[in-house]
């Protein structure tokens, strides 16, 4: 399937690439294709099981708990994928599981 005005989505780590059509949550989007790219959890932000280094690319986040991304790591290029839209193609790691505290 074609996907018109799209992001290429490289998740290095877990040796997959996908597109997701540009304006659309990362995270609903690999659902849509039913890519498993990166771990799901709530969907809403407040697990931060999908949490995912940007490598490369650009792209815009909603909102995220501090309880899961700091702002140190959110300039770093952590995020999490129910929060991030891609803006180009990304090139990310996923597995950054949330702490325990």
């Given at each position: 399937m074609a996907i018109e005005n799209a992001c290429q989505i490289s998740v290095t780590n877990r040796q997959q690439v996908f597109k997701v059509p540009k304006g659309e949550p990362l995270l609903m989007a690999m659902e849509k294709l039913?890519?498993?790219?990166?771990?799901?959890?709530?969907?809403?932000?407040?697990?931060?099981?999908?949490?995912?280094?940007?490598?490369?690319?650009?792209y815009q986040t909603k909102r995220m708990s501090k309880a899961h991304i700091s702002e140190?790591?959110?300039?770093?290029?952590?995020?999490?994928?129910?929060?991030?839209?891609?803006?180009?193609?990304?090139?990310?790691?996923?597995?950054?599981?949330?702490?325990k505290k």
């Open positions: 039913n890519q498993r790219a990166i771990d799901v959890g709530c969907r809403g932000g407040g697990c931060g099981l999908c949490k995912v280094k940007v490598l490369q690319g650009d140190e790591e959110a300039a770093l290029g952590f995020a999490l994928a129910c929060r991030l839209t891609p803006l180009s193609d990304l090139e990310l790691e996923s597995d950054h599981f949330p702490l």
